[in-house]
């Protein structure tokens, strides 16, 4: 496994819609890898293709399953890859949250999101998965998702900040 670089702004590969996938293999897989390794290293919770200047619809995402495994010291994080992902299903409820970025460092930003989502897509294998999420991990998959379709979180944040070093949210890793 290799640790990507992860671009910044202003590389217009973070602006750009990222095209579909198409070709399943052992290169693909190796991709996945490499991302969930530079997600973890970075550290973050979510990192999508472009943000690695690929623009492809990959995203990768770590966290709890359930929203109330997140209190619990035991419960471990899922890592999911999805390629291809589609929201095919959201709430009506909405919820302002505190996101940041890995290719944004520096800026939070508050962001309504939806609180539940049903995602289709694809696994590293080609087979179709559906995922259904509620709470942060909704959060993160719209986040990732917005990234595919080069959307980034400061579009759609209702405000946006530098944090101070002291106040800076060490409890919520990096989307």
């Known amino acids: 496994m290799t640790l990507r670089n992860i671009i910044t702004l202003p590389n217009p590969v973070l602006k750009r ?9 052992g290169s693909l897989r190796a991709l ?9 290293d970075a550290p973050g919770v979510g990192l ?8 492809e619809r990959i995203a990768v995402i770590e966290y709890f399953e359930k929203e ?13 890859a999805v ?7 959201a709430s ?32 590293r294998y080609g087979t179709p998965v559906r995922i259904k999420a509620a709470g942060w991990l909704a959060r993160i998959f719209q986040h990732e ?6 959307v980034l979180f400061t579009e759609r944040a209702i405000r946006v900040w530098q944090p101070q070093e002291e106040t800076a949210v060490d409890a919520e ?3």
């Open 17 to 25: 819609k990222a095209r579909a996938v198409t070709k399943f293999d």
């Open 32 to 40: 996945i890898d490499d991302m969930v390794e530079t997600m973890r």
């Open 48 to 55: 999508a293709a472009p943000q690695i200047g690929l623009s």
């Open 68 to 80: 109330e495994d997140e209190e619990k010291e035991d419960a471990l994080k899922k890592v999911w």
């Open 83 to 89: 390629i291809n992902p589609e929201i095919i299903k």
């Open 92 to 123: 009506p409820e909405m919820v302002v949250g505190v996101e940041g970025c890995l290719s944004i460092p520096g800026l939070l930003g508050e962001v309504e999101r939806h609180v539940e989502i049903q995602v289709k897509a694809l696994n």
């Open 145 to 150: 998702i917005d990234h595919l379709n080069g």
């Open 173 to 175: 890793q990096e989307v």
